[in-house]
């Protein structure tokens, strides 16, 4: 047992037009930070094609068949100013969930401590019926409702930790009672939500919305306190949106994270996995649009994940 490395060569062949944030090269950059060394022991898995039934747990078939009916044979179609399809993006975005859901089934089976997706496109931006935002399909939603409704599981908590407010989660999870979804974000930002007001059809969604120019001293105790209550929500299995653009690096957005702060919540992430749920926790690439922060990010979060993974296998020995 360790932690799932879980990726696909389709995560390179959703083409993004010259100069877009949201390229290709991000998978490369992280390929190759994990393929040091240091990240030797990661049980590394392609992610598998999911099938339209693992779409239609979060969205309408109208939503699938429209997205399907974008897919230009060349070249690029646009669904909105910032977001693209290409000839293999459905693919794509279908090995994406594939992925996250692989993750779910491996941990918790037992087989894997944790584990971390790479690809992409990414997914907390659409909405039931609306792909935005880069994202095409609700992938840790969808992933969410697999736990729920083919696991059995009772409760679920869903992090986002990216600088954009995770809007398509949110509208996905709303009258969800089983699933509990937090969300950090720099405020104001794109996509325009995600205030404190806004907690769901049952209470169980939380926002905590981050000033601009802010670092560890404001986003450090606002989880701290958020995970206090997810501790109370008591979730059998934690899955993560880890955006890395709120690092000080990124192009999009101004928070001031470096990587120490990602290795710090992805810590405090594990330490409400090992009390909630075995240490059970599924991550999945959101945003990082600064290849080199993206890479160090991903590093610093995979380094936690394998090193906790292993601290829970040596207590489960003893």
Partial sequence: MTTAFITQASAMEHLAPPGHAEREAR??????????????????????RADAAEVLRCHPARHLDA???????????????????????????LHAIGGV????????????????????PPGHHAEADRAMGFC?????????????????????????????????????LWDEP????????????YPGSGFPTETGAHGQILNLALPPGSGSAAMRPAWQAALAQLRRFAPELVLVSAGFDAHSADPLAGLTW???DYRWLTHAICDLADACCGGRVVST??????????????????????????????????
């Fill in 285 to 318: 690439l959101e945003g990082g649009y600064d290849l080199t922060a993206l890479a160090a990010s991903v590093a610093a979060h995979v380094a936690v994940l394998m090193e906790r993974g292993d601290d829970r296998i040596g207590g489960d020995e003893l």
């Fill in 136 to 172: 095409l399909f609700g992938t840790v939603a969808i992933a969410a409702r697999r736990a729920l409704d083919h696991h059995r599981l009772a409760r679920v908590a869903v992090l986002d930790f990216d600088v954009h407010h995770g809007n398509g989660t949110q509208d996905l």
């Fill in 101 to 120: 859901n692989l993750g779910v089934d491996l941990v918790l089976a037992g087989q894997v401590a944790n584990a971390f997706v790479a690809m992409r």
């Fill in 67 to 93: 997205v399907g009916a974008a897919i230009p044979e060349a070249g690029w179609a646009m669904l909105d100013p910032d977001t693209f399809v290409s000839p293999r993006s459905l693919d794509a975005a």
């Fill in 27 to 48: 998978i490369e950059a992280i390929w190759s930070a994990l393929g040091a060394p240091a990240f030797a022991a990661l049980a590394r898995h392609p992610a598998p």
């Fill in 258 to 260: 470096t990587e120490a």
């Fill in 178 to 189: 089983r699933a509990m979804f937090v969300s950090s974000h720099q405020m104001p930002l």
